[in-house]
């Protein structure tokens, strides 16, 4: 198979850094993207990949990085934040539902547009945006919900903001994988499982975040007739949104 070219927003630690380790060693070129160039560079020679500056809420950023990567066969838009740690739902001011979206949200459309002329260059072409298991309506509902509903209606809505903003960025991904399904790009969704990472530094469930990276890796090498518009977990499964 040709050697094939991936780029993930966010590659500099977590999932990312370890999606970007998983591919270069299975022959992509990756590009190993970051907000700081030289937090990128660092990544980018732990795993072997080709560094570049991409803050995805910055616009001038995103567009001289779509003008560096001419053809693309895989984005993944990883890059997330989750600023809501210890405010509730109910005290939640407008900043911080600002931080969240512009990274999760508005920066997955906003790089998503810019590199879809690369993506067009390629035969298969792929975007994944890592989403999360919170923001399933599904497993936050019914009789036993796989997310704590006690906890978070005892907390005010504990990660509330963050949990919606995937929840948008679900629907994005719906609605991008319409859009681009008569021209072949495939778009789907990761719940990628709770790890230990610096967004999420107080897992303690000892969940390693690289079963999370190798499914990246996993889900952008599945087979041509493979689905389109739909949330992955990591182990592959298809999960209710
Ligand atoms: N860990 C979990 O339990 C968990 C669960 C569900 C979903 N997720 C999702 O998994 C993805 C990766 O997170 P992670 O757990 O691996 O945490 P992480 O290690 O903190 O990685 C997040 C990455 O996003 C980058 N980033 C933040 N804002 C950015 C911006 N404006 N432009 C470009 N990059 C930006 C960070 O860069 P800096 O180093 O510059 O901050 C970092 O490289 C996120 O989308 C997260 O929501 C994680």
Redesign the pocket.
Known sequence: MAQRTALI??????????AARHLTDAGWTVWV????LA?AEA?ADQAGGRPLQ?????AA?IAAAAGTVAELDALV??????PDFGIGLLEAGAEVFRESY???VF?VAQVTNAFLPALRRSPAPRILN?????SSFTWSTGPNPQFDHERAASSGGRFAV?RSS?TALNMLTLLYAQALDGDGIKVNAL??????????PA?DRG?D?DE?SSAIRTLLELPADSPTGVLFSYDGTIAPW
Do not use: H
């Not at 890592?130 to 919170?134: A, E, H, Y």
């Not at 719940?191 to 999420?200: D, E, S, V």
């Open positions: 927003t966010g590659a500099t630690s977590g999932i990312g850094l370890g993207t970051g907000r700081s937090k990544a991409l803050d995805v809420t910055d950023s838009n990883n890059a997330g934040v989750q512009e990274t999760n920066g890592v989403s999360s298991g919170t963050y995937k719940a990628p499982g709770a790890r230990k990472t610096n967004l999420n897992m969940a975040a999370a």
